[in-house]
């Protein structure tokens, strides 16, 4: 049973606009839920963390937003760019499992100029 | 150059045969990690390291084995190499603290015929 669920494959967006990708769990013992990016043919970088005793985490373009009582979180883009076209990872770990980290199946953004 | 590097970035072998993957880090992270990427799963765990000599096993270690006798160094094995372990591998480090943000290598791609 996943943990971690993606459940939009895919996502196009127009440059500009606002890209809004989401990510649902299951385990309530998460306490740090992460957004990776990845390219074709690199290894996943990541993009942007928030611990679980706060709602929001802002850094530049990138936002996540964490709704604990609904097990759910978003991240926002804006304004999209074409560069931002990649595959976007949910993860979450729990602060005992030594950094251990559930991925979601991920979403592949497409942003068209 | 500095980093995290993995060796081969291809690979093509045959059921049954013994296959290593090299992982190879410059920054004496403590904690290092196997992940392999298929569509629809998105990245599972197949082991961890703590530390040199300490590893411990993922979500999906069958049919895997690791060692770390250096902390630079995380080899992974397929003992015998089945079909259903054709995949994208990567390798991942990062420092002790809990917060989950992992380097990632740029992956190894495994294809077994």
């Known amino acids: 049973d996943q943990q971690v669920k993606q459940n939009s494959p895919s996502l196009s967006v127009q440059e500009g606009r606002i890209s809004i990708l989401n990510c649902d769990y299951t385990?309530?013992?998460?306490?740090?839920f992460l957004w990776y990016k990845k390219y074709p043919a690199e290894g996943p970088t990541f993009l942007i963390s928030i611990s679980s005793i706060k709602d929001k985490n802002e850094d530049g373009r990138f936002t996540v937003f964490l709704n604990k009582s609904a097990k759910h979180l978003s991240l926002h883009i804006v304004p999209s760019q074409p560069g931002d076209s990649a595959v976007y990872f949910c993860?979450?770990?729990?602060?005992?499992?030594?950094?251990?980290?559930?991925f979601g199946a991920g979403t592949i953004l497409r942003v068209k100029s | 150059d500095a980093g995290i590097t993995q060796s081969p970035r291809y690979k093509i072998t045959e059921t049954g045969r013994q296959v290593t993957l090299m992982c190879h880090q410059t920054?004496?992270?403590?904690?290092m990690f196997w992940y392999r990427q298929d569509l629809g799963h998105g990245l599972r765990l197949i082991y961890y390291s703590a530390a040199a000599d300490i590893t411990d096993k993922g979500e999906v270690s069958d049919g895997y084995v690791v060692s770390r006798s250096k902390t630079e160094n995380f080899p992974l094995t397929l003992e015998s190499a089945t079909r259903s372990q054709t995949s994208v591998y990567f390798c991942?480090?990062?420092?002790?603290?809990?917060?989950?943000?992992?380097?990632f290598g740029e992956g190894s791609r495994l294809t077994v015929l």
């Open positions: 993860a979450a770990v729990a602060n005992w499992s030594g950094n251990k980290l559930v």
């Open positions: 920054w004496s992270h403590s904690y």
């Open positions: 991942a480090s990062c420092v002790a603290k809990n917060t989950g943000e992992l380097f």
């Open positions: 385990n309530s013992m998460f306490d740090y």
